[in-house]
């Protein structure tokens, strides 16, 4: 039988404003599933990357389910799906939860079995990325965390591990509703420098 412990870890950077939203949504549409809540504030400024290795380090489940302060679950279901794809595809990466219109213009690809982030696009993404989506810890111990790949930001870093995770096959799968279960609530309030 397949082990369903997920962890939920979900970051922040001083807008408590944002993550107080985030966790009565959450609260309504999901707590009940989690082993565990790490919610992994970066007191220190040192950034969005060092902030998720530390916090993955910490996760005693199979299964992460990272989210970021500022989206706001807008509705059930996602974590029954998403973890019923990922059980049955290990190719996949991670699921997206965001809107079909709202993943930076980043074409889906409807496939017979699954819908994906077209690991082609012609900007440089690939699928993965630190929205909030689950995942498994296997796949970010492998590479062996996520700083060791530091390309000078943290965009910079996300972009280059979309490639690294697609030159080995990986996808980032989406779920099939097309308004999404997430909804973003932190433009205009970007902490990057």
Known sequence: MADH????????????????????????????SFAE???????????????????????????ILHWEEDFLAIRSGFLSQSFDLMNAHSEILQVQLRAYDDVNGHPVVCGPVYNYMDPHWSAGWCGFSWNPGLRRKSDWERIGGYMKHWQGT???????????????????????????YVRHIGQGRSLQK
Request: hydrophobic letters at 40%.
């Open 5 to 32: 412990s997920i962890t939920l870890v979900l970051t922040s950077a001083g807008r408590y404003d944002l993550l107080a939203r985030t966790l009565d949504s959450l609260y309504k549409h999901a707590i009940s």
């Open 37 to 63: 809540v790490i919610i992994a504030e970066d007191w220190e400024r040192e950034g969005q990357v060092r902030n998720i290795d530390r916090a993955y380090a910490r996760v005693k489940t199979n299964w």
């Open 154 to 180: 943290d965009n910079k870093t996300e972009q280059y591990l979309s490639q690294l995770y697609a030159k080995e096959g990986m996808v980032a799968a989406i779920l099939p509703e097309a308004k999404g």
